[in-house]
Protein backbone atom coordinates (compact mmCIF):
# COMPACT_ATOMS: atom_id res chain seq x y z
CA UNK A 1 0.00 0.00 0.00
CA UNK A 2 2.97 2.35 0.21
CA UNK A 3 3.52 1.99 -2.96
CA UNK A 4 0.62 3.80 -3.98
CA UNK A 5 0.93 7.28 -5.75
CA UNK A 6 -2.42 8.86 -6.65
CA UNK A 7 -5.28 9.77 -4.19
CA UNK A 8 -7.39 7.83 -2.93
CA UNK A 9 -10.66 7.94 -0.81
CA UNK A 10 -11.49 5.07 1.91
CA UNK A 11 -14.61 5.16 3.30
CA UNK A 12 -16.65 2.82 6.09
CA UNK A 13 -19.67 3.43 8.08
CA UNK A 14 -19.61 4.48 11.56
CA UNK A 15 -21.44 1.40 13.19
CA UNK A 16 -19.67 -1.26 10.92
CA UNK A 17 -18.75 -4.17 13.01
CA UNK A 18 -16.34 -6.66 10.70
CA UNK A 19 -14.06 -4.11 9.51
CA UNK A 20 -13.46 -1.71 12.25
CA UNK A 21 -12.84 2.40 11.27
CA UNK A 22 -9.39 1.80 13.02
CA UNK A 23 -8.61 -0.47 10.37
CA UNK A 24 -9.46 1.97 7.80
CA UNK A 25 -7.64 4.39 10.16
CA UNK A 26 -3.88 1.81 9.39
CA UNK A 27 -5.03 1.67 5.46
CA UNK A 28 -4.93 5.03 5.43
CA UNK A 29 -1.82 5.43 7.55
CA UNK A 30 -0.14 3.13 4.44
CA UNK A 31 -1.13 5.07 1.56
CA UNK A 32 0.58 7.95 1.00
CA UNK A 33 -2.41 10.45 -0.45
CA UNK A 34 -5.24 8.09 1.02
CA UNK A 35 -8.36 10.48 2.41
CA UNK A 36 -10.66 8.16 5.19
CA UNK A 37 -14.73 9.58 5.24
CA UNK A 38 -16.84 8.08 8.05
CA UNK A 39 -19.77 7.83 6.94
CA UNK A 40 -22.28 8.56 10.02
CA UNK A 41 -25.29 6.16 10.29
CA UNK A 42 -24.17 3.61 8.30
CA UNK A 43 -22.44 -0.14 8.85
CA UNK A 44 -20.72 -2.51 6.67
CA UNK A 45 -22.88 -1.21 3.42
CA UNK A 46 -22.69 2.59 3.37
CA UNK A 47 -23.71 2.96 -0.08
CA UNK A 48 -27.04 1.39 0.79
CA UNK A 49 -27.45 2.78 4.07
CA UNK A 50 -26.87 6.34 3.60
CA UNK A 51 -26.43 7.14 0.28
CA UNK A 52 -26.69 10.44 0.38
CA UNK A 53 -23.51 10.85 2.58
CA UNK A 54 -21.63 8.68 0.47
CA UNK A 55 -22.47 10.63 -2.99
CA UNK A 56 -21.60 13.89 -0.90
CA UNK A 57 -18.14 12.16 0.17
CA UNK A 58 -17.70 10.95 -3.35
CA UNK A 59 -18.55 14.42 -4.98
CA UNK A 60 -15.84 16.40 -2.41
CA UNK A 61 -13.30 14.16 -3.34
CA UNK A 62 -13.32 14.16 -6.83
CA UNK A 63 -13.59 18.21 -6.74
CA UNK A 64 -9.72 18.33 -5.34
CA UNK A 65 -7.25 18.98 -7.77
CA UNK A 66 -5.29 15.86 -9.27
CA UNK A 67 -1.95 15.67 -8.20
CA UNK A 68 0.58 12.97 -9.40
CA UNK A 69 3.13 12.18 -7.42
Known sequence: MRRIK??????C???DG?????R?????ELIPYAKLEVI???GQVPTL?????VT????TWMRQPLVLR
Open 24 to 28: HEFMV
Open 13 to 15: GDH
Open 6 to 11: QPVLVM
Open 56 to 59: AALR
Open 40 to 42: PNA
Open 18 to 22: QNTQR
Open 49 to 53: ENPDA
